[in-house]
T-cell receptor
Framework: GAGVSQSPSNKVTEKGKDVELRCDPI?????LYWYRQSLGQGLEFLIY????????KSGLPSDRFSAERTGGSVSTLTIQRTQQEDSAVYLC????????????FGPGTRLTVL | AQRVTQPEKLLSVFKGAPVELKCNYS??????LFWYVQYSRQRLQLLLR??SRESIKGFTADLNKGETSFHLKKPFAQEEDSAMYYC??????????FGAGTRLFVKA
C-alpha cells in the first residue's frame, strides 16, 4: 500500500508569508506526528495527534505554528508570518495506535524562507 | 529532563572495520529505545528496537540501563551502511524524542 505522503516536496517563500504543509498518513494509522529536521539539530518533535484525543502541542516552537487533522486522516501544518529560522525539512510520520510503535515517515517538505 | 544524546555528529570508518554509534539517554522511567536510519535520498526508517533484541543488516544494540546507553554496533562496516543514524527514546504515551543524529561514512 501507499506510504506516508507529503506535499509540497519543496516550498520557497518570502519572510512574513504564511505556508501550509500537508501530510497524508498511511490508511488505518491513528497516530500522526510532525517533526522538524534541521542541520545539527536532529529531529525536533513538533506535535502529534492520536485518534480523537486532544493533540500534544508541546513541541510547537511558537504560536506562529499550528496544526490540524481533519477526519482523523489528513493533517496540515501551518506556519504564519514565516521567519528565516523556520527554514528546515518538515517531516510527517504515522503509526498504529500503540505507544512505542514503529513510525513510518514521509519524504518531507523542504521549506526555505528567503 | 528527557533527553537523547548522540555525541558524534560524524563518524568515518574504513570498510571492514568495526563501528559503534553512541547513544545515551536521560529518562527516569522504563525506556523504549530505537535506532532509525536515513540513507541518501530515502525516507527515515526504523532500523531496530531494543525490545526485539534483533540483528538487522548486521547491526545490534544493547540497552545498558546502568550506563543509560543504547549504542549501535556492527563488527564489519560496509559501504552501504553510510547513512544518517538517529537514536530515539519513547517515553510513554505517543511522544518520541530523537537525538541529533550521527552521520556514518564508510570509506572503501
Amino acid at each position: 500500500g501507499a506510504g506516508v505522503s507529503q506535499s509540497p516536496s519543496n516550498k520557497v517563500t518570502e519572510k512574513g508569508k504564511d505556508v501550509e504543509l500537508r501530510c497524508d498518513p498511511i490508511s488505518g494509522h491513528t497516530a500522526l506526528y510532525w517533526y522538524r529536521q534541521s542541520l545539527g539539530q536532529g529531529l525536533e518533535f513538533l506535535i502529534y495527534f492520536q485518534g480523537n484525543s486532544a493533540p500534544d502541542k508541546s513541541g510547537l516552537p511558537s504560536d506562529r505554528f499550528s496544526a490540524e487533522r481533519t477526519g482523523g486522516s489528513v493533517s496540515t501544518l501551518t506556519i504564519q508570518r514565516t521567519q528565516q529560522e523556520d527554514s528546515a525539512v518538515y517531516l510527517c510520520a504515522s503509526s498504529v495506535a500503540t505507544g512505542g510503535a514503529e513510525q513510518f515517515f514521509g519524504p518531507g517538505t523542504r521549506l526555505t524562507v528567503l | 529532563a528527557q533527553r537523547v544524546t548522540q555525541p558524534e555528529k560524524l563518524l568515518s570508518v574504513f570498510k571492514g572495520a568495526p563501528v559503534e554509534l553512541k547513544c545515551n539517554y536521560s529518562y527516569s522511567g522504563s525506556p523504549e529505545l530505537f535506532w532509525y536510519v536515513q540513507y541518501s535520498r530515502q525516507r527515515l526508517q526504523l532500523l531496530l528496537r531494543h525490545i526485539s533484541r534483533e540483528s538487522i543488516k548486521g547491526f545490534t544494540a544493547d540497552l545498558n540501563k546502568g550506563e543509560t546507553s543504547f549504542h549501535l554496533k556492527k563488527p564489519f562496516a560496509q559501504e552501504e551502511d553510510s547513512a544518517m543514524y538517529y537514536c530515539a527514546l519513547h517515553t510513554g504515551g505517543f511522544k518520541t524524542i530523537f537525538g541529533a543524529g550521527t552521520r556514518l561514512f564508510v570509506k572503501a
